[in-house]
Every structure is written in structure tokens, then in C-alpha cells.
């Protein structure tokens, strides 16, 4: 089924089951409190499935290596059930709220397309870790690891078979953090990395181009995940675990553009947002415009 960015499916995620101390939970309340449906509406025609609902199990922070990891595994299964269903209606995902950790849900989710699924992963951290090599034992910083197959396997093959997707399939995007071990990890793995440092030597519009030729002659669709720290704190300060020195507007809307132009999309995620830096709504309203008014103009 072809999926196109005209007709687009919203699931917000109320939850936060793979960070610490963030309010990412209200996330997709506060961007639907900005307008982001009506704003997408100017541009597509959407349909709001709503927020996901789903019946967590206690809080498990017992092993400090992977923390919580079966309500990691409850909400990932029911997105992907979801993600599938909305995909089912032909509308493209368009997942809002939450944090990294469902990563897995939504691949799996769509996987359902039965098409060869690129990855561009928008991210100032790597998210490459494993419980050996994981300084905070969050889930959220290990989701791409465990899509690529590596990591727990609690999570690693929740869904019966690992990786979810392959290593050279994965792109990721902006990072300018990562942990000494998940540094190497990366560069061991046949991940592809954009740093901070190359976009700048780049360009952001060039680079995203680069990438798009590299996924599009083996992927038959592209998911693209954002984590909104990826943004300098100037352009947008709600961030859950901020970085300096990030993308600024118009990077971050070349980078957009050449995607959303490209045809290929397949599925959307804005995530990590702390609304509880965001007390009088300026920071959601922020992104409403930065993510519309890109989308309004290509």
C-alpha cells in the first residue's frame, strides 16, 4: 500500500515508559492544545485517532541496567497495533507525544506495509546503547540498538523475529552526544551516522539529500523519527535531555523538506516533549509552526 503525506493518520501517546524525570506524557495533549491538527489540515487531509489507551503494568525499575522494560513491551505491542490499523485506513502514521522507547512499536507497526523501511532517526543522542553499555539503564536510549537486533531480548524479538530493521538501513541524524561505549558500538555497526559536525561542513539540505540516495536504493519507504532535542535550545527550550549546539530552524526545515519532497515517507513521530518546561504553551506552538509551515511550503 502506497502512503502518502496527504492523508495523514495523528495517534498521540500519552505515556512515558523509557525516560526519567521528563514530562513527556503530556506531550501530545499539549501539541493538539497548539493546533497542530488544524495545522496539518491546511495541508493534508487528517484523521485523529486520538490517544492511544492502554493498560500499563506496574513501574519495574528493579534492575538499573534496563529500567521498566515490561511496560516498554506492553505500549511497543499495542502501537504497532494501532500503527497498523491506522495504516490499514490508508492513512500515513503521524505519532505525537511519548518518548524514544516505543521506537519498536511503531517499526513493527510498519512493517505491516511489507516494504524494505529506512530509518531517518533525528536525535541529538545515539539511542545506540545496551544494558552493558547503558550509563542510566533508560530503554530510551537503547531503542535503536534494539530495533537493529542488539540489546535485550525481552525486547529485541517481542514481536518473533530480530532485527526489526537492518543496521544499513538505519540513519541517524544531528547526533552530538554519545556514550563512550555506544560511540564504538556505533562505529562497529553498519549504522550511518550524521553528526552535528558534518551537517555543519554540509549543509543541511545536502546532506539530507545524501541520505535520501543512500536509503532510497534499498528501501522501498522511509519512516522519520524526531526526537526534538535534535533542535538547538534557541529554536525550541521544552527538551527533554537538551544538547548545545543543535539544528536551527533552517536546518531543521531543509532537512524536512527534502524528505517530505522525496515521496517516500511512510510514517512520522514528534517526541520528547517536556511540557512541564512549556508553561504557557509558546514551545508547542513553536513546533506546530516549525512542522506546518515546512509542510505548507514544499
Known amino acids: 500500500m502506497a502512503l502518502t503525506l496527504l492523508r495523514i493518520g495523528i495517534i498521540g501517546v500519552p505515556y512515558n515508559t523509557g525516560s526519567k524525570g521528563l514530562s513527556v506524557e503530556k506531550g501530545a495533549e499539549a501539541l493538539r492544545n497548539a493546533g497542530i491538527v488544524d495545522a496539518l489540515r491546511r495541508f493534508s487531509e487528517v ?8 493498560n500499563l503494568p506496574p513501574p519495574d525499575h528493579s534492575n538499573p541496567k534496563l529500567l521498566n522494560p515490561d511496560q516498554v513491551e506492553v505500549l511497543c505491542r499495542a502501537l504497532a497495533t494501532k500503527v497498523k ?39 541529538a543522542h545515539g ?14 536510549g537503547m531503542d535503536v540498538a534494539i530495533v537493529a537486533g542488539r540489546g535485550p531480548k ?9 532485527p526489526l530493521l537492518p543496521e544499513e538501513n538505519i540513519v541517524l541524524y544531528g547526533v552530538r552526544d554519545l556514550d563512550p561505549l555506544e560511540a564504538k558500538a ?15 561542513a554540509q549543509g543541511a539540505e545536502k546532506a539530507a539529500e545524501e541520505i535520501l540516495c543512500y536509503l532510497k536504493s534499498k528501501c522501498g519507504c522511509l519512516y522519520l523519527h524526531i526526537d526534538l532535542d535534535v533542535l538547538d535550545a534557541s529554536v525550541f527550550s521544552a527538551q527533554g535531555l537538551p544538547v548545545p549546539d543543535g539544528l536551527s530552524k533552517e536546518e531543521f526545515q531543509s532537512t524536512l523538506r527534502v524528505l517530505v519532497t522525496s515521496g517516500k515517507l511512510c510514517g512520522v513521530a514528534l517526541m520528547v516533549f517536556d511540557a512541564a518546561k512549556d508553561a504557557d504553551g509558546s514551545q508547542a506552538r513553536r513546533i506546530v509552526e516549525l512542522v506546518a509551515g515546512t509542510l505548507l511550503n514544499v
Not at 525481552?154 to 530480530?162: E, Q, T, Y
Open 47 to 54: 484523521v485523529d485517532f486520538g490517544d492511544i489507551n492502554v
Open 85 to 123: 490499523a491506522i495504516i490499514d485506513t490508508g492513512c500515513l502514521p503521524f505519532i505525537i507525544g511519548g518518548d524514544c522507547s516505543m521506537l519498536m512499536g511503531i517499526v513493527e507497526g510498519l512493517r505491516s506495509l511489507e516494504l524494505r523501511i529506512g530509518m531517518v532517526y533525528m536525535d
Open 127 to 140: 539511542d545506540f546503547n545496551t544494558p552493558e553499555t547503558t550509563p542510566s539503564g533508560i530503554i530510551g
Open 154 to 162: 525481552k525486547l529485541a524479538v517481542m514481536f518473533g523475529h530480530s
Open 186 to 200: 556505533l562505529a562497529e555497526s553498519k549504522v550511518r551516522v550524521y553528526p552535528r559536525e558534518k551537517i555543519k
